[in-house]
């Protein structure tokens, strides 16, 4: 995991760093022992970091999970699979210092390009071979991309993507009537009509106007995505800011795979409450800053921090869409049909949402036709129906 300690005065850029180390490690172990893996990095700095050797950059990251995965593998006698980089940046300055990244890692394919990210798609392309996994990282200072130019990246098989964005920058940016600015959220968003959902906005009770353009945003984004590389899971997660109740960042992840989705929903898990313990040290620090003294026992945890409130209004819809995803009888569904489709929506993990089931269960508020003897949670290919009882 990323050390806090290179993040001072950026700690938001830890929370998405912490999601990243946590996933890209699972992603790599889970798929380097069938394929080769090339990680692309479409505005890769770096900026602002403070490790001596990169460590808390997205491919600096990126690059010690390769390196550990590819280790691993040959120390098992699964060979020595081929791990690539494909680094992508604008900046001059930012690209001369991305060049001292290429002799730290002379195990790994490390391939620079000097230049904007969408016109280099087709060498990309090229760069990844046909059989590879990739995984795209999409992290602008902004959010500014031309998704329609970056589809067929996108769209390859055997792939995965992380876009995040600023949510500020774009909530700003969406309320301005330039044109040119208009024109970038089109292309950002192309064909989702996100301008009339966004003017015909309803906010709900309790919920903030900022929250409401959120989930339209991110839902366009999540669309655009989705429909351009074929992902039929998308979904997201808040970074916030360090000392206000308000998001920084979304990040927006697709996969083509339930254990894609499975992995996500655990790291975002993880991620969210490591949030709230750098959120809770800093407001701690600030009180001890005003009052003149330190506490000598560190924060403690209040009971509403984001992660418990977030999660547990994420169970309670999920524990209700299970229900209704669930067919009268004499009909059935499999939990493996739906499970994907709930954890793809709210921000509930597979192994709580499957003693949720078995909760319901017991209840008797849904039935299952093949429940094994001594489970604690569903299988897969158990059945699932309400209003009936089996012996079974």
Known sequence: MPDIANYGGREQAFIKHHFLANYVDQLVFKVGSRRDIVYVDGFSGPWQDQADRFEDTSFGIALRSLRRAKQTWKDMGRGDRTMRALLVERDPDAYARLQKIVPLYPDIDIRTFNGDFVKFVPDLLRAIPADAFSFVLMDPKGWKIDMKA????????????????????????????????????????????????????????????????????????????????????????????????????????????????????????????????????????????????????????????????????QEREARAALIDGIPEAPRTVTYGELWPRILAKYGVRKTRLGRIAAELKSSGEIDFLDWGHRKQVPDDTYRMSRGIKVDL
């Open 150 to 313: 970056v589809a067929p990246l996108l769209h390859r098989p055997n792939s995965e993507v992380v876009f995040n964005f600023m949510f500020t920058m774009i909530n700003w940016s969406a309320s301005m009537p330039n044109a040119a600015i208009q024109a970038g959220l089109e292309a950002l968003m192309p064909n989702t009509d996100w301008k009339p959902r966004l003017d015909g906005i309803s906010v709900a009770f309790g919920q903030s106007v900022a929250d409401a353009r959120k989930a339209v945003l991110v839902a366009a984004i999540s669309e655009a995505i989705g429909g351009l590389g074929g992902y039929p899971y998308v979904m997201e997660t808040p970074v916030l800011f360090p000392l206000k109740n308000r998001t920084y960042y979304s990040l927006i992840y697709a996969t083509r795979s339930t254990k894609g989705v499975e992995v996500f929903r655990d790291c975002q898990n993880s991620s969210l409450k490591a949030q709230d313990k750098v959120r809770s040290d800093l407001q701690s620090a600030k009180r001890d800053e005003r009052a003149g003294m330190v506490d000598m026992f560190g924060a403690a945890p209040t009971g509403d921090e984001f992660a418990a409130r977030w999660l547990a209004e």
